[in-house]
């Protein structure tokens, strides 16, 4: 069974550009969750999507938004880039909340830098 | 504010011998718990979790228990090997509350001396 898979690896891109990153859940689930893990600091929650509803976000600006597509499978944009968005993203799904299997499985992440 | 702590950036022990990782949180709402491992450039990976009901989970070399009035959950790896040598996040969510995100701590790096 293929796990979750995240695209691009690595991203670069300067200040003030948009950058998009693609995430595809493990088939079945409905669940995709995004993190921010940037240098030095743990996994910080950007948001959640559920069934292509946006379910919860974490305390980030509103320059970073998604979705979810009727696949499941989900975008994060970042629009306005600033140099501290440096950070690997990860992507992770999981089954319907409520189900009483909800660990999160992750991706490898993609890499942002911001120049 | 930090729900999920773990103090404790780093860790090295013996092969062959007990490791064991410290967490603990601060919002009484938390009823599920995780630890996940994870090797440089590579998302997490789910190893062992924890309803509320319980004080103890085991899976193979891996232990999870925990104490709710101390809010205070520890992963035991025994016995420890070299590949065990990660960085180790634990996680909680309310799941009683609507399944909120996992809230994470920053991680403790593991080193396994062979």
């Known amino acids: 069974e293929a796990g979750v898979t995240q695209s691009p690896t690595h991203l670069i891109k300067t200040r003030g550009q948009q950058a998009t990153l693609r995430c595809s859940p493990i088939?079945?689930?409905?669940?995709v969750y995004w993190y921010q893990q940037a240098l030095g600091l743990g996994l910080q929650f950007l948001l959640w999507?559920?069934?292509?509803?946006?379910?919860n976000r974490g305390n980030f600006p509103p320059r970073f938004s998604g979705r979810q597509f009727p696949n499941y499978s989900s975008e994060l944009n970042v629009n306005a880039l600033e140099l501290e968005d440096s950070a690997l993203y990860l992507c992770a799904s999981s089954l319907l909340p409520g189900s009483t299997i909800y660990e999160q499985y992750f991706g490898p992440g993609t890499r942002l830098t911001v120049t | 504010d930090q729900q999920v702590k773990q103090n404790s950036p780093s860790l090295s022990v013996q092969e062959g011998r007990i490791s064991i990782l410290n967490c603990d949180y601060t919002n009484s709402m938390f009823d599920y718990f995780l630890w996940y491992k994870k090797y440089p450039a590579e998302g997490p990976t789910f190893l062992i979790s924890?309803?509320?009901?319980?004080d103890k989970n085991e899976d193979g070399r891996f232990t999870v228990f925990l104490n709710k009035s101390a809010k205070h959950l520890s992963l035991h790896i025994v016995p420890s090997q070299p590949g065990d040598s990660a960085v180790y996040f634990c996680?909680?969510?309310?799941?009683?509350?609507?399944?909120?995100?996992?809230?994470f701590g920053k991680g403790t790096r593991l080193s396994v001396i062979a």
């Open positions: 996680a909680a969510s309310a799941v009683l509350s609507g399944n909120t995100p996992l809230v």
């Open positions: 924890i309803s509320s009901i319980k």
């Open positions: 088939s079945g689930h409905t669940s």
């Open positions: 999507y559920d069934e292509g509803e946006e379910r």
